[in-house]
């Protein structure tokens, strides 16, 4: 197909695919003429993922870059995809300068990492202590025993995040960055949900 029906096929407008073909983010079609290319379904693919990153995801084209960037290169070992899965994350969420977070939150992170038997991960660690940090200054209190209680549905979670992922890299790879970027909007609304079922158990806050 040419780039009109892969505008066709996309819903992306020509213009836009033609930045993500410069940027990068979509690979070259196969060249017919000077000026002129055909794309097939993996191209389709590509753009529906870019377009799902920047929609969805809500990530930044640089962002985006970063997460692809895991996709196409991803490691063999299941302990370093995983690793893999979660730089890019973090970087999808936006640079932030290493060694962030108060001493006492970053004591708090990694305590918590400790007491539930969690991989030490430096990146994770800080972004913990940022985040509480960050509700710290906010007024918002996360009491420890709040804490725990969050974290052991994390694992509830991770579990069940771990029970999608297939066993090629490249699928697991895509499944848990893929997976944790576009659900992690659904799992806020179930959240809210959640709480709207607690305070009508409870008859309100």
Request: aromatic share 2%; proline share 4%; with cysteine.
């Amino acid at each position: 197909m040419r780039i009109s029906g892969l505008a066709a096929a996309t819903g992306v407008p020509v213009a836009t695919l033609k930045y993500y073909l410069r940027e990068g983010l979509v690979p070259p079609g196969a060249a017919t003429s000077r000026t002129q290319a055909d794309y097939d379904d993996t191209h389709v693919g590509r753009v529906r993922l870019v377009r799902a990153l920047t929609e969805s995801a809500g990530l930044s084209l640089a962002a985006v870059r970063d997460v692809l960037a895991a996709l196409d290169d991803p490691p063999t070992s299941r302990h370093d995809l995983l690793g893999a899965a979660h730089h890019a994350l973090v970087a999808a969420e936006g640079d932030r300068a290493a060694g962030a977070g108060t001493d006492l939150s970053r004591r708090r992170a990694r305590e918590l990492v400790a007491e539930r038997g969690w991989c030490d991960d430096l990146l994770l660690v800080d972004r913990l202590a940022e985040q509480l940090d960050a509700a710290d200054a906010a007024g918002v209190e996360v009491s420890d025993d709040y804490l725990r209680e969050l974290a052991a549905a994390a694992d509830q979670i991770g579990t069940a995040d771990l029970g999608t992922v297939r066993p090629d890299p490249v699928s697991a790879l895509r499944q848990v960055v893929l997976g944790t970027l576009l659900t992690d909007p659904v799992l806020l609304t179930l959240r809210r949900m959640a709480q709207v079922r607690a305070s009508r158990e409870t008859g309100g806050v």
